[in-house]
């Protein structure tokens, strides 16, 4: 599958591969952290979240890293299907106005059949 | 259940304008946050409200203000427009004032020319 050790803007997967989507996130602070999915014309749609207790939690298809050392967060997506090409943002909570969330840059993943 | 729902869908206003958006959380939810996103960006914080006050404000000018009814659903309202303040403003929901788990709606999508 394809994976990226840096934030890249867009990934550009086939069908059936494994997806990694990586997040630096800014604030030490932080102990929370979302992975929203949000495809054009719309909302951003909750898929996984994880606090800083925890470095690794699954979902379906969907398992997020947390590395607290290097302030690094992933997203792995299992055998990606065209329904998954979307934006993805990963957020943090950061502890500033209220329960305010602090997104990332966003990552375009585009799936090919 | 009905998820997070906004309106209107879509707006076109003049500069020097105002607009009210209007929000209506998850039933059950008594936090509703808003944020503003511009094209090809993350979403931004402007407001949270919790049982009708305000819990967090983020980086936006008075122009920006914002208002919860006693049935947990929230009015953001923009005075004179610019054209910068064209974009999507969505809504989030979540159950408590302290909750960072938020659920979006697909938003209002702000044109201003």
């Known amino acids: 599958g394809e994976s990226v050790g840096l934030h890249l803007p867009t990934l550009s997967v086939q069908e059936g591969d494994n997806s990694i989507i990586n997040c630096a996130y800014s604030n030490s602070a932080s102990d929370y952290f979302i992975w929203y999915k949000q495809e054009s014309g719309k909302g951003p749609q909750f898929i996984i979240d994880i606090r800083s207790n925890m470095d690794k939690r699954q979902g379906q298809r969907v398992t997020v890293l947390l590395n607290k050392t290097v302030k690094h967060l992933s997203l792995q997506i299992a055998a990606t299907q065209p329904g998954d090409s979307a934006v993805y943002f990963c957020a943090e909570n950061g502890y500033q106005a209220g329960t305010a969330l602090i997104f990332g840059k966003g990552t375009t993943l585009s799936v090919s059949s | 259940d009905a998820g997070v729902t906004q309106s209107p869908t879509h707006l076109i206003k003049t500069r020097g304008q105002q607009v009210t958006l209007r929000c209506s959380p998850i039933s059950g939810h008594k936090s509703v946050s808003w944020y503003q996103q511009v094209l090809g960006q993350g979403p931004q914080f402007i407001f949270q409200?919790?049982?009708?006050?305000?819990?967090g404000r983020g980086n936006f000018p008075d122009r920006f203000s914002a208002r919860q009814f006693p049935n947990y659903s929230s009015e953001l309202n923009v005075n004179a427009l610019l054209l910068g303040d064209s974009a999507l403003y969505l809504c989030?929901?979540?159950?408590?004032?302290?909750?960072?788990?938020?659920?979006f709606g697909p938003g209002t999508r702000l044109t201003v020319t």
């Open positions: 989030a929901s979540s159950l408590w004032a302290d909750s960072y788990e938020q659920y």
């Open positions: 409200y919790y049982e009708k006050e305000e819990r």
